[in-house]
């Protein structure tokens, strides 16, 4: 998201990510490799989810309820049964604002009520419950949307790179672009033996699966060498969720 940011969002991101900080330390063990999908494209609920499933892996879904049965950069998003189905399968759904609009915009009242209206909306679903875990609609945040999702979230994600070491901002997570036209499988391979190195955590998001993968998507090929990659470096796979429970147990101190 370069692209079309001013010099004052610049400024504003920079402070965001030095200010409003929570952090979870990580402790020491196995580096922990999490697989995240923005908007919850059809294909990402269908071929992402079965590819997870035959590895026994959850993944998180960040969904904008406004989006449902709806095109997003021209490409199909999930409907309601889709949604319902990743949770029947033990999946993580996490929350993006209901119409997917961009956050620093939308002003305290305005992204309040996105987040009510999503959060209403994931708790409809059959299986549904109360988002803990939340992402920057196309990676845009500045200091005040950070405080205001910091408040209503047990994390938030953000759209920059980077492996978590030594500890990690769960009000800012890091998260590694999986996308097709610019991972190469010796880079992923790399990233996670990083990560396993350190005991760190790296989480990668993408948007659609396939074959011809869109423009900010993964081809199923890309999403398996994540799976049997951080398997062979002896990484944990977690979802968002399951990994805060992990570090904070691996970090408890001994009764
Ligand atoms: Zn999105």
């Given at each position: ?11 504003d991101?920079w402070?965001?990510?030095r ?8 402790g020491?063990g196995?580096g922990?490799?999490t697989?995240s999908?923005?908007?919850?494209p059809?294909?990402?609920?269908h ?6 499933d ?6 998180t ?10 095109l997003e950069q021209g ?6 049964p ?7 399968h ?5 929350c993006?604002?209901?119409d ?10 305005g ?5 009510q ?5 994931l708790q409809?679903?059959a ?5 803990q875990h939340?992402s920057?609609?196309l990676?845009?945040?500045g ?10 979230f047990?994390?938030?994600r953000?759209?920059r ?8 901002d769960?009000?800012?997570?890091l998260a590694q672009?999986l996308?097709a036209?610019e991972?190469t499988?010796?880079r992923?391979?790399?990233?996670i033996a ?12 993408t948007?659609g699966v396939?074959?011809?993968p869109?423009r ?9 060498q994540v799976?049997?990659d951080?398997r062979a470096h002896g990484?944990?796979l977690?979802?968002?969720g399951?990994?805060?429970a992990?570090?904070?147990?691996r970090?408890?101190p001994?009764p």
């Amino acid at each position: 998201m370069g692209d079309g940011v001013t010099l004052i969002q610049k400024a504003d991101r920079w402070l965001a990510r030095r200010l409003v900080r929570r952090m979870l330390p990580l402790g020491a063990g196995p580096g922990v490799v999490t697989v995240s999908f923005d908007d919850a494209p059809v294909s990402a609920c269908h071929e992402g989810r079965a590819i997870l499933d035959h590895h026994g892996v959850k993944g998180t879904w960040y969904v904008a309820g406004g989006l449902t049965d709806r095109l997003e950069q021209g490409e199909a998003c999930h409907s309601v049964p889709d949604l319902e189905a990743l949770l029947a399968h033990g999946h993580e759904l996490g929350c993006h604002t209901f119409d997917h609009q961009p956050c620093s915009g939308l002003g305290a009242e305005g992204m309040r009520s996105q987040l009510q209206q999503n959060r209403r909306f994931l708790q409809g679903l059959a299986g549904g419950a109360a988002p803990q875990h939340f992402s920057f609609p196309l990676g845009d945040y500045g200091l005040a949307s950070k405080w205001l999702a910091a408040r209503c979230f047990d994390s938030v994600r953000l759209t920059r790179a980077g492996i978590h070491r030594g500890s990690a901002d769960l009000n800012g997570l890091l998260a590694q672009r999986l996308y097709a036209d610019e991972m190469t499988p010796d880079r992923l391979r790399s990233l996670i033996a990083e990560t396993a190195a350190c005991s760190g955590w790296l989480i990668f998001y993408t948007h659609g699966v396939s074959a011809q993968p869109r423009r900010w998507g993964c081809t199923p090929a890309l999403l398996e060498q994540v799976l049997t990659d951080a398997r062979a470096h002896g990484c944990e796979l977690l979802a968002v969720g399951q990994a805060l429970a992990h570090f904070r147990a691996r970090t408890e101190p001994a009764p």
